[in-house]
């Protein structure tokens, strides 16, 4: 195992199970808040394959500390020149990490989120929680089995 990769384990480790902090992937994309669409799609390219989500995209300033985020769908339709900071959504839903699952998964459900940032008191960004680890322990096995056939695939 790589040094970077037990570094991210032991902090993982470190966190209640159940919580942000256990379920979060640190395999996340984030641009800094200067950059325009050209410059983030280039990024994106570059460090795509390497995440475990990429429908959002988090800006965050130097000190990582979390200023916005917006999805690709946003990215697509700006102009190559546009400023991020034209078109990063400022008000972000956001759990800290010793969030419980069954809150996480709430707040999912409520603002329909794919994935939702997870950050310290100081609002410094440390991961994500998908969707589908936050409604994993949640929804009941029975539901988990039939949800592929809600979304069209069929066996």
């Known amino acids: 195992m790589e040094t970077e990769e037990a570094d991210e384990v032991r902090e993982l480790l470190r966190y209640e ?12 994309v984030t641009v ?9 799609i280039e990024h994106l390219r570059k460090v795509g394959e390497d ?9 965050t ?5 979390l200023v916005g985020v917006f999805s690709l769908s946003d990215l697509i339709v700006a102009q190559p020149e546009t400023p991020i900071a034209e078109f990063m959504h400022k008000r972000i839903v956001s759990v800290e990490l010793d969030t419980e699952q069954d809150e996480i998964a709430q707040i999912v459900a409520k603002y329909n989120l794919i994935a939702v940032p997870v950050v310290d008191a100081e609002n ?4 994500i929680v998908t969707a589908d680890d936050a409604l994993d322990k ?3 096995t029975a539901w988990k089995k ?7 695939a069929h066996e």
Do not use: C, S, W
């Open 17 to 28: 199970e159940d919580t942000a902090g256990g379920l979060m992937t640190t395999e996340y």
């Open 146 to 152: 039939r949800l592929p056939h809600f979304f069209g």
């Open 138 to 140: 949640i929804l009941p």
């Open 32 to 40: 800094l808040p200067g950059m325009n669409a050209a410059q983030t």
């Open 51 to 59: 995440a475990e989500l990429v429908y959002y995209v988090y800006v």
């Open 124 to 127: 410094k960004m440390h991961g």
């Open 61 to 65: 300033d130097p000190e990582d500390h």
